[in-house]
């Protein structure tokens, strides 16, 4: 069973913000639960360094591009060694390689009689590294804007390849119809669905005002369209032309996690590319909602770029990776907010799950000497709180598997919920009270796996939090799929340690909103 997950690769114009972040967040929570279930997983994430927005970006800087890719990259580097991200090869567009193999690529797209010669008149969008037509941009007098991100466009007009791509319109079609899921959420299949049915110009992929790119193979003078060039990273990572092993055990992608505003070049222009050489095309694309801040959407040019380090240095990574899962619904649009995250720290995490732990380990360590007691007869209420297990762990596989992300995360804190409801209704401090040490044991050793249980399903979310745990109540196994699959995993006799809270409560008084 193998699983291959991918992020975009982020452009080195500006440093990693918390928008690249998410979605490496997201993929790295996917790649982690899937190697839990016991797949092979090769997750790949790293650097769009081409094209013009990058060039302009060096220049300004008044620095070589290639010396200001190594810095900016090495910055994305250190970001995910910070965030914990379990990436499993980075790639630089500017590598060897790579820069080989996308010539291969292109040269063989010509070979296969799908790239022509032909003047381009048109605009571009630097920021967006975009061709539109004239009927696409929006006029405002005699200025014209990008219909993305409603910056100015420039007019070109050069002689540049063409790829045929108008001749995918239909093979596409075909493929949308034989793969409903191809492109999710279903509303932004819609969307894709939208444009092929209006039909489909071919593509300039080429470009000569300017030189920093990879050369045409056969025509040195030509660059290759800094998209084509980023797209090819999907393969050119796994092997294609330099590893056939390789390739052919990874190729097709399981999923090409994206950003919604990118979604025509992976849904539309990517499989038009692979159809072209004879490649598979990759099972799904996601294309997963922005983040915005106070209603806009995150940039370095309007200043509201947030570097996640600031939060995870305030909150911890554990935390930002559950706000950021948790309060924003996976697949839409959602504010970034501070008072949000503390909300969710404070209710969530602290409240809901770290005092649950807490008390259960309080009364194991009074009542049992730091012991799991062994439980016994079952009764009341606890065959409930195992159908409640597991009926949510069904649903978490479910969903998780769907990428339904944060209805993942709701499913285990309504779980949560019944925990406490389950350690408040069967009052183990009466219990002790009482001296009913038989019952007392079976309720906190109940308990107990079923916190067990939440700190294997949120490993993937939270795997710092989860490991504490783990510690916590001596499991010292590799945690995998069967841990969840059967209940009564803690070994009864073994320590469990009743240690500092596992989130620490902020005051909302104490906290300064960026
Ligand atoms: O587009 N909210 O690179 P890029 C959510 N190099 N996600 C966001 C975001 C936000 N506000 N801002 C950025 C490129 N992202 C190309 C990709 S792939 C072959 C080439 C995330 O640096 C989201 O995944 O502009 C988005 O698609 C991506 O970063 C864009 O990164």
Redesign the pocket.
């Known amino acids: 069973m193998k699983f291959y997950i991918t992020?975009?690769?982020?452009?080195v114009n500006s440093e990693p913000?918390i928008?690249?972040a998410?979605?490496t967040i997201v993929a790295d929570i996917i790649a982690r639960y899937k190697r839990f279930m016991g797949y092979d997983v090769f997750f790949l994430t790293g650097t769009?360094e081409h094209g013009q927005k990058v060039l302009q970006a060096a220049q300004q800087a008044g620095k070589d591009p290639q010396e200001f890719c190594d810095e900016l990259a090495e910055k994305f580097k250190q970001l995910w060694k910070e965030l914990k991200i379990t990436n499993d090869y980075f790639i630089r567009t500017t590598d060897e390689m790579h820069m080989k193999t996308v010539q291969e690529f292109v040269a063989k797209m010509k070979e296969n009689g799908d790239v022509y010669k032909g003047i381009y008149k048109g605009w571009y969008c630097v920021p967006c590294e975009t061709f539109w037509n004239e009927d696409e941009v929006i006029k405002e007098g005699e200025e014209h804007f990008c219909p993305e991100c409603k910056r100015p466009v420039k007019w070109v007009e050069e002689e540049n390849y063409f790829f045929r791509l108008s001749k995918y319109r239909d093979p596409l079609l075909k493929y949308y119809e034989e793969h409903p899921d191809f492109v999710e959420p279903d509303f932004r299949r819609n969307e894709m669905l939208k444009i092929l049915e209006g039909g489909l110009k071919d593509l300039s992929i080429t470009r000569t005002t300017f030189k920093w790119g990879v050369p045409m193979k056969d025509d040195p003078e030509h660059v290759i369209y800094v998209?084509v060039d980023?797209?090819i990273?999907?393969i050119s990572a796994i092997g294609y032309g330099w590893n056939d092993e390789m390739f052919n055990k990874w190729w097709p992608a399981d999923l090409h996690l994206?950003?919604k505003?990118?979604n025509r070049?992976h849904s539309i222009i990517w499989p038009a590319m692979l159809m072209s050489v004879g490649l598979p095309l990759p099972k799904k694309v996601f294309a997963?909602?922005?983040?915005?801040v106070n209603g806009q959407?995150?940039s370095k040019s309007l200043g509201n770029a947030i570097d996640p380090r600031f939060f995870v240095k305030r909150y911890g990574n554990d935390v930002v990776r559950y706000y950021l899962i948790r309060d924003i619904m996976f697949g839409k649009d959602g504010d970034f907010s501070e008072e949000r995250l503390v909300h969710r720290l404070n209710s969530d995490l602290a409240n809901d799950y770290g005092n649950l732990l807490h008390r259960i380990t309080a009364m194991i360590k009074k009542y049992f000497n730091g012991r799991l007691p062994s439980p016994s007869a079952q009764e009341g209420l606890d065959s409930w709180l195992k159908e409640r297990f597991f009926e949510t762990k069904d649903a978490y596989h479910e969903l998780m598997d769907s990428y339904r992300l944060t209805e993942a995360l709701d499913k285990i804190w309504e779980f949560i919920a019944d925990v406490n409801k389950y350690f408040n209704d069967t009052k183990p401090w009466i219990l002790g009270k009482e001296g009913n040490m038989e019952r007392l044991g079976t309720v906190l050793y109940n308990s107990l796996e079923a916190v067990f249980k939440v700190a294997l399903m949120t490993l993937p979310v939270m795997p710092d939090t989860s490991k504490e745990v783990f510690r916590r109540v001596s499991f010292e196994e590799k945690p995998s799929k069967e841990h969840l699959e059967n209940w009564g995993v803690l070994k009864s006799g073994s320590t469990v340690i009743h240690g500092e809270p596992l989130f620490r409560k902020i005051d909302a008084k104490d906290f300064k909103k960026v």
């Open positions: 992020t975009p690769i982020y452009y913000h928008g690249s998410y979605t769009d998209w980023a797209l990273n999907y994206i950003g505003e990118i070049f997963h909602g922005w983040l915005t959407k995150i």
